[in-house]
């Protein structure tokens, strides 16, 4: 009966990590991508700041690196940091695109594997509720430029014009005769 009982364990941690390493991918990645509508320089000039991330989630976000069009960052989880790097895409003068993306180390411990897929969830949790709050921020030109910036059209109420023929190209004097009577 015991012999039983010690066979059933076996196999059921045998099938456990066969089904982790079937579901949990190694090496595991973890990424996600949001839109802004702002200018690419902008959003790069917002994401450089440790400050702005400061203001999202304190001693989470550490910038490591800034790059063209790219910020390495950490993120503390827990006891860990993990690095996160961030890619700008522009979309057109005025939207941008950001990607987000981490890559954990390839293991084969399974349980190694279940804690990483933890931290992968919550890690995402994370990046989506700071880059959600971080697309809200970028929202109001204030926040990126120091100004409210306000597009507007104004009237031209004031339009002097004349017009002439001319039998052959006109000279500089008479271009400038026309403009005198005007």
Same mark, same amino acid.
């Given at each position: 009966?015991?012999?039983?009982?010690?066979?059933?364990?076996?196999?059921?941690?045998?099938?456990?990590?066969?089904?982790?390493? #079937?579901?949990?991918?190694?090496?595991?990645?973890?990424?996600?991508?949001?839109?802004?509508?702002?200018?690419?320089?902008?959003?790069?000039?917002?994401?450089?700041?440790? $400050?702005?991330? $400061?203001?999202?989630?304190? +001693?989470?976000?550490?910038?490591?690196?800034?790059?063209?069009?790219?910020?390495?960052? $950490?993120?503390?989880?827990?006891?860990?940091?993990?690095?996160?790097?961030? #890619?700008?895409?522009?979309?057109?003068?005025?939207?941008?695109?950001?990607?987000?993306?981490?890559?954990?180390?390839?293991?084969?411990?399974?349980?190694?594997?279940?804690?990483?897929?933890?931290?992968?969830?919550?890690?995402?949790?994370?990046? $989506?509720?700071?880059?959600?709050?971080?697309? +809200?921020?970028?929202a109001?030109? +204030?926040?990126?430029?120091?100004?409210?910036?306000?597009?507007?059209?104004?009237?031209?109420?004031?339009?002097?014009?004349?017009?002439f023929?001319?039998?052959?190209?006109p000279s500089? +004097?008479?271009?400038?005769s026309?403009?005198?009577?005007?």
């Open positions: 009966m015991k012999t039983r009982l010690f066979i059933a364990i076996i196999f059921i941690i045998v099938f456990a990590g066969i089904i982790i390493y #079937l579901l949990i991918p190694s090496p595991l990645t973890a990424s996600n991508r949001i839109s802004f509508s702002t200018s690419t320089n902008g959003a790069y000039r917002t994401l450089v700041k440790q $400050d702005n991330w $400061d203001k999202f989630s304190p +001693e989470t976000f550490f910038i490591r690196k800034r790059l063209v069009n790219t910020i390495e960052i $950490d993120v503390k989880n827990k006891k860990d940091k993990i690095p996160v790097s961030i #890619l700008l895409i522009p979309l057109s003068n005025d939207s941008v695109q950001l990607v987000w993306k981490t890559q954990f180390a390839p293991v084969s411990n399974p349980v190694t594997k279940i804690k990483q897929h933890s931290q992968s969830i919550a890690i995402r949790a994370e990046m $989506d509720k700071v880059l959600k709050h971080f697309q +809200e921020f970028v109001h030109n +204030e926040n990126i430029y120091g100004v409210h910036i306000k597009e507007t059209s104004t009237k031209d109420t004031f339009l002097v014009a004349t017009r023929t001319a039998k052959s190209f500089n +004097e008479m271009i400038y026309h403009i005198n009577k005007l």
